[in-house]
């Protein structure tokens, strides 16, 4: 035997994602790769003094978690912030606030998220008094549950220097009152005016991915794709991951993109700069439209409740159609934000087009979120080879009543498909969209075969699809999407080492007990970087 084994890691329940249930098995490994998965019978065949077993009984035993959906750094910088998603009222949200600042008087900016105004019960509207009286002195930005709109107090409209001159983005909005002055509100890409004023330093952004590493370890992600902080996406951080790698310190696969906007100059460096085993660049992502709560998706009919507005694209379509066919014929990839079914229709015309006039070739670009979806181009994903990147926690964001005034009774029966987009050929890949929900994936996994929020209401009962799938969907779907399905996403030989350990066979137990269930064990290239009880 040409290798000497590090480790032979065994159980009853091993889902190696190459079939569709799990398998009595024992996995090989040396150094970073899978040497082979064999019978338990043959383990000793294998072992020597450098070699540590490890049976995990009936434990399942899975490929690493791959997260194809994130905001690193965004995420960490809220993992200690104020949660607003309870508050039912500008004054709740306030006292919140208040009551996070008194207890933290050292923090120079308050940061919170998940204030969502369709749920309020007051009439109320989003103002800076509200936080003016509960933090007089120090700046405060708070997310709206999206991340699409940003309410700030005076401290922080002085610290961005917005004032009733100062003009609107594109694509944004400095929401001002009758006299002129600012409110508060910033929608879209106005946010970007205050989070460019926020100091963080090198330092800052360190402590962050320390703390992002020990959260994806804990929750068993292996890989992730970084699609930047919103809504300024800057892909300085790479540097920071590319250090990590370097000192032996970056326990995560880290995928990460580029603004689209034209300027391929600086994507190339990057894909010349960054293609090592831990840290690569793959290519651009954009916004086309906004969300639906804020009227800011892109529909072809109008909003339900709002009969003279449909939404429109972030940047002109020209421009879009442009970047994108540019893009495609430097062999980049293209990932499309798109919520409603005009933008995901763009989005797919689009692609069309760039296959047009470059020749058609395996692009595997994408589209994030599909929220809404005609009838008519839920076939296109499969004929234009275009995956379908969904997050199953987003069903447990807002309330189905919200969204059905806001779209329709109609157009909810194509609200967040699943199974159809699957059942029509689509490549079904998962993420997060962390810190828009949290990271854990076994609660996407729980919502994907369940389709249930925590509520108890269903959403779409045929879109359920089976743990397999849903595994499948988190493990090897993101590693084909990243062009690396050959090393990444299921126990084969010759993989490299990412695997998992749970606390529970997930096909033994109900649906219920998938959202409690613990990772106990992570390898990352061969190397253990987190065991749990």
């Given amino acids: ?30 150094n970073n790769r899978i040497v082979d998965v064999i019978d338990q019978q043959h383990i000793e065949e294998y072992v020597s003094n450098q070699t540590k077993v490890i049976d995990f009984d009936d434990k399942l035993i899975i490929p690493g978690f791959h997260d194809f959906h994130i905001h690193l750094l965004l995420g960490s910088m809220l993992e200690d912030s104020v949660s607003l998603s309870e508050a039912r009222s500008a004054t709740a949200v306030a006292a919140l606030v208040k009551e996070y600042a008194d207890k933290h008087p050292d923090t120079p900016l308050i940061i919170g998220s998940g204030w969502d105004d369709n749920t309020w019960n007051t009439a109320e509207q989003v103002d800076k008094k509200y936080l003016d009286v509960a933090v007089p002195d120090r700046p405060v930005i708070l997310y709206q549950a ?10 922080m409209l002085e610290l961005a220097g917005i004032t009733k001159d100062t003009m609107n983005p594109d694509f944004g909005e400095v929401v001002k009152d009758e006299n002129g002055y600012p409110t508060g509100l910033l929608l879209e890409h106005a946010v970007g005016l205050v989070t460019k004023a926020m100091p963080m330093k090198l330092k800052d952004k360190e402590q962050l991915l320390e703390k992002f590493l020990r959260e994806a370890s804990r929750y068993g992600i292996t890989s992730v794709h970084d699609l930047l902080r919103l809504p300024e996406m800057s892909t300085e951080e790479a540097a920071i991951y590319a250090d990590f790698e370097q000192k032996g310190k970056l326990t995560t696969r880290v995928h990460f993109v580029a603004p689209l ?8 460096r990057l894909r010349n700069t960054y293609h090592s085993n831990m840290v690569q660049f793959t290519g651009f992502k954009q916004f086309i439209d906004g969300v639906i709560t804020s009227y ?54 689009t692609f069309e087009e760039a296959q047009k006039q470059n020749g058609n070739r395996d692009s595997r670009h994408a589209i994030e979120h599909i929220e809404m979806i005609r009838e ?5 994903f499969h004929e234009l080879g275009v995956l379908a990147s969904i997050q199953p926690e987003h069903i447990n964001g807002s309330s189905y009543d919200v969204f059905e005034e806001l779209i329709g009774k109609e157009r909810m029966q194509r609200y967040m498909l699943q199974k159809t987009l699957m059942d029509y050929g689509a490549t079904l890949v998962y993420g ?63 993989k490299l080492a990412d695997l ?34």
């Fill in 146 to 155: 999206e991340f699409h709109s940003a309410w700030v107090n005076s401290a």
């Fill in 432 to 494: 997060s969209d962390y810190p828009v929900v949290a990271l854990n994936p076994l609660t996407a996994i729980y919502r994907a075969v369940t389709r249930l929020d925590d509520e108890k209401v269903v959403w779409s009962e045929d879109e359920k699809i089976t743990l397999a799938e849903a595994l499948k969907a988190y493990t090897y779907a993101p590693a084909y999407g990243s062009f690396r399905e050959k090393e990444l996403g299921t126990l084969e030989a010759g």
């Fill in 1 to 30: 035997m040409s290798h000497t084994i590090d480790y032979i890691i065994s159980s009853n329940a091993v889902f190696t994602g190459t079939t569709s249930s799990p398998i009595q098995a024992a996995v090989l490994i040396s």
């Fill in 296 to 349: 800011t998706a892109y529909l072809q009919d109008p909003y339900t409740n709002k009969p003279d507005s449909i939404g429109s694209t972030v940047y002109p379509e020209e421009s879009i159609k442009e970047w994108t066919i540019a893009a495609d014929k430097e062999n980049f990839r293209v990932r499309f934000h798109c919520i409603g079914d005009k933008a995901v229709k763009f989005a797919l015309d």
């Fill in 376 to 380: 008519e181009d839920i076939s296109r």
């Fill in 500 to 533: 998992i350990v749970l606390d529970k066979d997930l096909f033994a137990v109900t649906p219920e007990e998938i959202k409690t269930a613990n990772v106990i064990f992570t390898m990352v290239d061969g190397k253990i970087v987190f065991e749990g009880m």
């Fill in 261 to 268: 906007n034209g300027d391929l100059e600086e994507a190339k």
